[in-house]
């Protein structure tokens, strides 16, 4: 975090060199750090719920990836890092049918609708 009213302390009593070269090293470490954390944090580790279309929702916690919802429905249903998403799907209403039985084919009851 880089903090202008704090630049201008140090810089008051620390002398301007000295924030200067504090200010240079921050931005340094917070560029890699973020490199470093964009290399080790993968989609698939982020919270688990994904909710694109109001009332769809997986729970990414208990999908196995067995890929059968991808497979019964591939317009509104992907694999992502190895768990069910839900594709962006816009304004374009659904199958309902067609989203009902492959609710009910999921083995682990992880894809909930509520009709809002
Ligand atoms: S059917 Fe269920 S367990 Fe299988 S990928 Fe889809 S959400 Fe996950």
Partial sequence: MIKVPMLLNEAK???LKFMAIRW???VIAIIIFSWISAKIIKDEDLPGEVLTHPGLHIN?????????CAKNYPALFEIKGKKADI?????????LEHLQSTIEACPVH???????
């Fill in 110 to 116: 992880a894809i909930e609708y509520f009709e809002g």
């Fill in 24 to 26: 240079v090293l921050t």
């Fill in 87 to 95: 594709k962006a799907y816009g304004q374009k209403s659904f199958d």
């Fill in 60 to 68: 990414r916690e208990a999908c196995m990836g067995c890929t059968l």
């Fill in 13 to 15: 009593f620390l002398g």
